[in-house]
Each structure stands twice: as structure tokens, then as C-alpha cells.
T-cell receptor
């Protein structure tokens, strides 16, 4: 099946810093989503982005489908950004597959 | 009301007991899924259903069964719970025709088997 690798696995930032999270995948996909899992375990859908670039406030994401990677940018990080960020991909004819996640801690 | 509702939110059960986790959705999607998350890991697919008459095994279906009672309801059962089924369980829906919405997840059910 498709392989989804996220980097870095862990990230510690000072409040106000910027960061880039990366997701590499091994096959072409119809769907790519970024999720934030908060400390209570809830999965928040950040972006549906199988290709191109989107922005939502301090967050933006870019997927380069031809090169099989996606990037999530967090600018001016806040303590509420802490949690785990998951990339998930859905190849044609297959189910949504999750990466291992990036665990982010933002310190005040 | 949430688009995808899971009940219960938390459950502690004993080894060997049968337990059912329930999921209902108001999005009108045909496709529904059950995922499992172990601590420190990503989500893995247990079962999925593309319509009421369609049930399919996912990556880790052993020890689980499902029932699709209606388009809006998809239940997951553990016939005889064991401690290594302790995990966070998520229900999700999707509709490929919906364009840019992808998958929608419920809030999760935290299950502990003692």
C-alpha cells in the first residue's frame, strides 16, 4: 500500500516562531488532507488539498502532486497550535491512509 | 449538532465483554468508516461501508464487526473485548462527489479494556 512519511516527528517552538511540516507519499493520490489533533484527541480538518496552495489565517498548505509531497506552514505560532498534525492521503480506488504525525509543542 | 456523532465518548469495559460503539451522521454521505488510533500513532482503518448493503474489511478488522443500519448509522462491535483493543476509535464519512470536503471525523470514543 501507499507509504506516508511525515517530518519532523517532533517539533518544539517558542511562541511566535514559524514552522514547516512535510508530508511525503509514495503514489499518486486523489485526496490529501491535513488534520490537527488537539490535546483532547479531537481531529480538526485543516485543509483538503490534493494539489495547489491554500491559506487559512496563520496556516497555509501546498501540495506538489507531481513530486508527491505536501507542506504545512504555521506562522506566528501560538500555544493553542500544540498537538499532533497528521497528513492523510487517499490513492485512487483506495482508502484514506494516515502518516505517523508531527508532534508540535509551542512554548509560551 | 455535530456532523458526525459518536457514542459513547468514553467507555471502560472488562475483558471478554461485548461492546458496541455507535456513529451517526447528518451529512448525507453514503461512505462511512471506522478507524482506530493507538497512542503515539496514526489512524488505521478497521472497516468501511460505501452504502447500506456494502461492508468491507480494512487493514485491522480481526476482532471487530460492523453493522450499517441506515445511511446515517454505522456501528462497530467488539465481540469479546481484549486489553490490546484499548484505543481511541474514530468514525468518519466522505462523499467523493462533494468536491473539496474530503473526510469528516467524529470526536472519537476512548475505549479502555481492563
Amino acid at each position: 500500500g501507499i507509504q506516508v512519511e511525515q517530518s519532523p516527528p517532533d517539533l518544539i517552538l517558542q511562541e511566535g516562531a514559524n514552522s514547516t511540516l512535510r508530508c511525503n507519499f509514495s503514489d499518486s493520490v486523489n485526496n490529501l488532507q491535513w488534520f490537527h489533533q488537539n490535546p483532547w484527541g479531537q481531529l480538526i480538518n485543516l485543509f483538503y488539498i490534493p494539489s495547489g496552495t491554500k491559506q487559512n489565517g496563520r496556516l497555509s498548505a501546498t501540495t506538489v502532486a507531481t513530486e508527491r509531497y505536501s507542506l504545512l506552514y504555521i506562522s506566528s505560532s501560538q500555544t493553542t497550535d500544540s498537538g499532533v498534525y497528521f497528513c492523510a492521503v487517499e490513492p485512487a480506488g483506495n482508502m484514506l491512509t494516515f502518516g505517523g504525525g508531527t508532534r508540535l509543542m509551542v512554548k509560551p | 449538532d455535530a456532523d458526525v456523532t459518536q457514542t459513547p465518548r468514553n467507555r471502560i469495559t472488562k475483558t471478554g465483554k461485548r461492546i458496541m460503539l455507535e456513529c451517526s451522521q447528518t451529512k448525507g454521505h453514503d461512505r462511512m468508516y471506522w478507524y482506530r488510533q493507538d497512542p503515539g500513532l496514526g489512524l488505521r482503518l478497521i472497516y468501511y461501508s460505501f452504502d447500506v448493503k456494502d461492508i468491507n474489511k480494512g487493514e485491522i478488522s480481526d476482532g471487530y464487526s460492523v453493522s450499517r443500519q441506515a445511511q446515517a448509522k454505522f456501528s462497530l462491535s467488539l465481540e469479546s473485548a481484549i486489553p490490546n483493543q484499548t484505543a481511541l476509535y474514530f468514525c468518519a464519512t466522505s462523499d467523493p462527489a462533494a468536491g473539496s470536503y474530503g473526510y469528516t471525523f467524529g470526536s472519537g470514543t476512548r475505549l479502555t479494556v481492563v
